[in-house]
Every structure is written in structure tokens, then in C-alpha cells.
């Protein structure tokens, strides 16, 4: 069974984990800054790539509410292109049934 792509869950995802991601070096900060330089230095190496992590996360998270946006505009327009048509064709029917 094919699963569908779920915007607003993805939405919600990658904000949520680039959140974590950025909190989660910031208490490696910390916990170099409280264990001393010598014994720090695993989590300040741990840091980069859970910034990078955070930057992906937060580039993803831009990309799907832009393309939400799309999406919402663009369905807004459809909805308005149906209701044109179908007045369009009630003005024909009305015209030709006279």
C-alpha cells in the first residue's frame, strides 16, 4: 500500500527535531564548559554535526511550509476556477434554453 506524503506532519517533524538538535549542543556546551577543556573535547567535536543536523532540519522545515503555502494557494485558485466555470455553464444553459 502506497503511503501518501503528509505535509503538515513533516511540518511539525523536522521543526520539532531541529529544535532538539540545537538543544541537544547546547547542553554539550555545557557539559564541556562544566567538565574543563581536556575532558570537554568529545562534546565540543559532538557539536558540528549536530549544528549541521540543525541547519538541515531547519532548511527542510522552510521548504515544506513554502510548499504548503503553494499548495494552499494554488487550491484556493482551482476552487475558484471550478465555481467560475460552473457559473459559465449555468449562464449557457440559461441562454440556450431561451
Known sequence: MKQKFDVKTAIKTTRWMGFFCTGLSFMFVVAALFLGVESGVPFLVAIL??????????TMFHLFRSQQSETDVMQVEIDQLKATVQQLQGIGQSATSV
Not at 49 to 58: E, I, M, T
Request: cysteine-free; overall charge neutral.
Open 49 to 58: 554535526p549536530l549544528n549541521l543536523l540543525a541547519a538541515a532540519f531547519g
